[in-house]
């Protein structure tokens, strides 16, 4: 069974310019959650997806960053414009269903953002 | 705001022996937890789930929970080079789910 595919791997730009992410969870996997990770820090989440629904973006700093999952697969993450402090490691990860409990989630390889 | 601490590390141990990673959590309505185990440079990879108190053991891996302390534990027996990493405790509550800043483990040869 293929695991999270996620895209680019890395990605280096300068400030003030638009980057997107994209991520593939694994099949038959509602739940779609993107993370950011710092150096030495844990995952933190940005937002979660039921389906093609954002149940949970309020950590998603929303003036310049955005996401969407059309046809409740496939998801992309969209910032515009970046930031020096945006740097870090972007984690997408899926699991089967929100439950609340046995939500054991599946993370795909990340992307690594350079910001310049 | 929900919390999940973890001594940052790194803890040394030598070939063979016991490594224990510890994880305390501040929501007492929490129900599920996970360990991760993330090697450098990778993204984190699931290696045990635990929902109820006691112990769960699965090969070398044992977690424990003690929901009443509010804690989790994981253990690692005959620790190998190759368990060298930064261990996640993640914790979920309600439609939450909180990671730590993970340990780092060194084992040494």
């Known amino acids: 069974e293929a695991g999270v595919v996620q895209s680019p791997r890395y990605k280096i730009i300068e400030k003030k310019q638009p980057v997107a992410f994209w991520c593939n969870p694994i099949?038959?996997?509602?739940?779609l959650y993107w993370y950011l990770q710092n150096l030495g820090q844990g995952p933190e989440l940005l937002i979660r997806y039921e389906n093609e629904e954002a149940v949970d973006d309020s950590q998603l700093p929303k003036d310049r960053f955005s996401a969407e999952r059309l046809k409740g697969v496939d998801s992309t993450l969209k910032i515009q414009p970046a930031e020096l402090g945006d740097s870090a490691v972007y984690l997408c990860?899926?699991?089967?269903?929100?439950?609340?409990?046995?939500?054991?989630?599946?993370f795909g390889p990340g992307t690594r953002l350079t910001v310049l | 705001q929900k919390e999940v601490e973890q001594n940052s590390g790194p803890l040394s141990v030598p070939e063979g022996a016991i490594a224990s990673l510890n994880c305390t959590y501040s929501?007492?309505?929490?129900?599920?937890f996970f360990w991760y185990r993330q090697y450098s440079g990778k993204s984190p990879e699931l290696i045990m789930s635990i929902y109820s108190n006691g112990d769960k053991e699965d090969g070398r891996f044992t977690a424990q929970l003690n929901k009443a302390s509010q804690y989790v534990s994981l253990l690692i027996r005959d620790s190998q080079p190759s368990d060298s990493a930064t261990y996640l405790c993640a914790v979920s509550a309600g439609n939450m789910l909180t990671f730590g800043g993970g340990t780092r483990l060194m084992v040494k040869p």
């Open positions: 990860a899926s699991s089967l269903v929100w439950t609340g409990a046995y939500n054991e989630q599946f």
């Open positions: 099949s038959g996997h509602n739940t």
């Open positions: 929501d007492r309505g929490s129900q599920s």
